[in-house]
């Protein structure tokens, strides 16, 4: 299971302990008129490696480009811009943790679309590499409640990212019945991958049967998208409404 916070730990504001650099004090001080500044004068900084305590959840230790840094600190779309163009190859990079791009880490933490819009644009690529775990960037996107836009974008640059999988066999669209996301995303991921209504995943859930699992303001609706979905795909009417009086009568609160 994907658990993941939707927002950044109190230890993020814990200090570096090697590499450090006026850049990277001004990122973590989130001041980003001056960071945007520092990039243009003395861009190398952003080409900078800095091992960072408490990275991860407050206790896995990584080291990280300044730019991975703004991304977990959801710097705006002209910050980030800055960064990648002081030192474009950190739009490639992997932290050397859990082996994250930036995108990764900008979807983990919930940044706007145009952040992951200037991602995607700079290298459409970065939407197909996974993690340690198997995870792309649109995974991380999901566990933080899938945004209609964000989904579309990854989709627009490649609809085949709906069918991939991470280790432990979870698609996109397990993720976002497991965290509830918008009936709109679920739609549209369900559009790029038909067949992953029924798909499992490695201990054998189900869309239908993670969203059983959870509670959330749209689960009805959510439910009825995805049992509608089953009927439409001719599974057999006796399952179908197994299903329906399970979701609706039994699971949803």
Request: aromatic share 6%.
């Amino acid at each position: 299971m994907l658990r993941l916070p939707l927002s950044w730990p109190l230890s993020v504001k814990l200090s570096f302990t090697r590499g450090s650099k006026k850049l990277n004090q001004f990122i973590m001080n989130e001041d980003w008129h001056a960071v945007k500044k520092r990039c243009k004068k003395y861009p190398r900084e952003a080409a900078v490696w800095t091992e960072r305590v408490g990275f991860f959840d407050g206790v896995r230790t990584s080291r990280v480009l300044p730019l991975h840094q703004a991304c977990a600190l959801r710097a705006p779309k002209d910050v980030i811009n800055a960064l990648i163009v002081a030192y474009p190859k950190g739009a490639n990079a992997l932290e050397t943790s859990f082996k994250r791009l930036p995108l990764h880490i900008a979807c983990q933490n919930g940044c706007a679309a145009d952040v992951i819009e200037i991602f995607l644009s700079y290298n459409p690529l970065c939407a197909q590499v996974g993690d340690v775990f198997g995870r792309c960037p649109i995974h991380y996107a999901c566990c933080n409640g899938a945004a209609p836009d964000v989904v579309d974008l990854f989709l627009s640059v490649d609809p085949s990212i709906a069918t991939v999988t991470d280790k432990a066999g979870w698609l996109p669209i397990h993720v976002a019945c497991q965290m509830g996301a918008s009936i709109e995303s679920i739609q549209k991921l369900l559009d790029a991958n038909p067949s992953s209504l029924q798909a499992m995943t490695a201990k054998g859930s189900t869309p239908l049967k993670l969203l059983c699992k959870i509670n959330c303001n749209n689960k009805k609706d959510i439910a009825r998208l995805l049992i509608d979905r089953l009927i439409s795909l001719s599974m057999g009417q006796n399952q179908t409404s197994s299903c329906y009086n399970d979701v609706t009568n039994r699971e949803i609160v």
